[in-house]
């Protein structure tokens, strides 16, 4: 250890009736109370983020496929081209609609989907959100089955093996007038995604289903559901997707959204809300910083004589300047350290015990997530510590300037 190590730790040392160990306490606290908080609020807005991103595409496909004509004809010859292009790993046709559903006890309006149940296991997670009955129901085979979200089922007041009916705004023409379109089906499982805003709305049934209730040919659907070998290449490949499609054609009508340009919005709020918390909270930190600068100061004026004694024996400026750096480095690194510790053990703890529950109609998902990254605590600690050192050059400048024969005058 340097000498000026030892001098910058000697006067950091409590001593009885000490104003300067209560001011290195206060800042060694501000240091640590700024870095913990900071840590708190970028796991958890990062936990949004991660688990935010895995509900969607757990729930939703990484990339859809639409045309501007509203459907997709001879829609097994776009799967055709659609895997040929490199990185993709598979497609899932779909077909969806707006509806009214029915119970014996009340009514609600849906977002009605048909899907193929066999490749939509490979395109999306919807079979691991089943908490109730099978989807094994939704087939070619047995046309009377509909598997509901969680909430939507509680609404109609409804479990597996009731029935409902589904109504089609787009009525039928009968000598009477233009009628709507109801068909009644079964419930054969209930899903529950943890997300609100689709556990109340959707529901599912077979393709061949959709395309008998709303009037479309066994060629021609709504669009196609991709999934990727990498899920970081979804807007390039989204590009790809809609180009391959598009060849020789006359007109471009298709075309390809990745699941970022689909709920960018959300995530786009997000990142800024990330972003606004981090300048808020370091500014915590900067606080604390001017904490060092108080006390490096105060430190200097009760030491005018050791300096003075210092450089009488042959210490120079930039020795005395060293002693108070490090003294002010120390500190920081102190409460940087405790700060990333107690940062670390809240996130630690609720990642592990979900002590915090949020409601699901509010938030997208029901406890707080939390998402620790290393590059986050280096980023933190980094800043924490940058900012501790600018705040000892100043009082270090000055003491560096202290003459000693005035350090003694007066002693």
């Not at 605590?377 to 900012?387: A, D, E, R």
Request: aromatic share 10%; glycine share 8%.
């Amino acid at each position: 250890m340097s000498f000026h190590t030892k001098i910058a730790l000697h006067y950091l040392k409590p001593k009885n009736n000490s104003f300067i160990s209560l001011l290195s306490l206060i800042s060694v606290m501000g240091i640590t109370i700024g870095v913990m908080a900071l840590i708190v609020v970028i796991s958890v807005m990062s936990g949004f983020d991660h688990a935010l991103e895995k509900k969607v595409i757990g729930i939703e496909s990484q990339v859809i496929v639409l045309n501007y004509n509203g459907f997709v004809n001879n829609y097994k010859i776009a799967i055709k081209k659609i895997r040929s292009v490199n990185g993709v790993k598979d497609v899932s046709p779909f077909i969806y609609t707006d509806v009214m559903i029915t119970s014996s006890s009340t009514s609600t309006g849906s977002v009605l989907r048909g899907i193929d149940v066999n490749s939509e296991e490979k395109v999306t997670d919807l079979k691991k959100y089943l908490i109730k009955g099978s989807l094994s129901g939704l087939n070619a085979k047995n046309e009377s089955e509909i598997v509901l979200g969680k909430v939507l089922a509680q609404n109609l007041g409804v479990s597996v093996g009731d029935r409902v009916t589904v109504i089609s705004p787009e009525g039928r023409i009968t000598p009477f007038g233009v009628m709507p379109k109801t068909e009644r089906f079964t419930v054969c499982g209930i899903i529950d995604s943890g997300m609100y805003n689709y556990d109340s709305t959707f529901s599912f049934i077979s393709v061949k289903n959709a395309q008998n209730f709303i009037g479309l040919s066994s060629k021609t659907v709504t669009g196609l559901e991709v999934k990727l070998n990498r899920l970081g290449s979804a807007n390039a490949l989204a590009k790809k997707i809609a180009d391959k499609l598009n060849a020789g054609t006359a007109a471009s009508s298709y075309y390809a959204l990745s699941w970022e340009e689909l709920n960018k919005n959300l995530f786009s709020a997000i990142k800024l809300e990330k972003l606004t918390m981090f300048v808020i909270l370091f500014l915590i930190v900067l606080v604390a910083a001017f904490n060092i600068i108080s006390t490096l100061i105060m430190v200097v004026m009760e030491k005018r004589k050791d300096i003075a004694v210092l450089k009488s024996i042959g210490a120079s400026s930039k020795d005395i300047m060293i002693i108070f750096i490090a003294q002010g480095l120390i500190i920081g690194s102190i409460g940087t350290a405790l700060g990333l510790i107690s940062g670390f053990l809240i996130g630690y703890l609720e990642e592990t015990y979900h002590i915090i529950s949020l409601p699901s109609s509010v938030y997208y998902i029901t406890a707080l997530p939390v998402r620790m990254t290393a590059g986050e605590f280096v980023i933190i600690g980094f800043c924490s510590i940058f900012l501790s050192f600018i705040a000892t050059l100043y009082p270090s400048y000055k003491a560096g300037k202290i003459d000693p024969a005035e350090g003694v005058r007066y002693e």
